[in-house]
Nanobody, 124 residues
Framework: QLQLVESGGGLVQPGGSLRLSCAAS????????IGWFRQAPGKEREGVSC????????NYADAVKGRFTISRDNAKNTVYLQMNSLKPEDTAVYYC?????????????????WGQGTQVTVSS
């Protein structure tokens, strides 16, 4: 059974940090491009970051550029999203998604597999 499981979400104060993990089971993540998306209440799902399958080329949404870092550990079949300098507007459910092939994209419809999401709340 192909599955993605996110973890690492929680409640953090503004300016704090969190590291989200996306662990794959049932398939080898190294052959897939990975995207991180988020969805806040009442808003559409938006792309946050994505990374290619092999050479680690990453892209970021303007809203998180310079604060978030995506990385992957293919040996652990896991992708990470390091989130620093968090702001209240980063509050959302964060999802990871996998897409067959090398090319990453910030378009949600391009992804084949999705995790269940993890809640990130930034509040004082």
């Amino acid at each position: 059974q192909l599955q993605l499981v996110e973890s690492g979400g929680g409640l953090v104060q503004p300016g704090g940090s969190l590291r989200l993990s996306c662990a794959a089971s049932g398939f080898t993540l190294m052959y897939y491009a990975i995207g991180w998306f988020r969805q806040a209440p009442g808003k559409e799902r938006e792309g946050v970051s994505c990374i290619s399958s092999s050479d680690g080329i990453a892209n970021y949404a303007d809203a998180v550029k310079g604060r978030f870092t995506i990385s992957r550990d293919n040996a652990k079949n896991t992708v990470y999203l390091q989130m620093n300098s968090l702001k209240p507007e980063d509050t959302a459910v964060y999802y990871c998604a996998a897409r067959r092939g090398r090319i990453p994209t910030m378009t949600a419809g391009s992804y084949d597999y999705w995790g269940q999401g993890t809640q990130v709340t930034v509040s004082s």
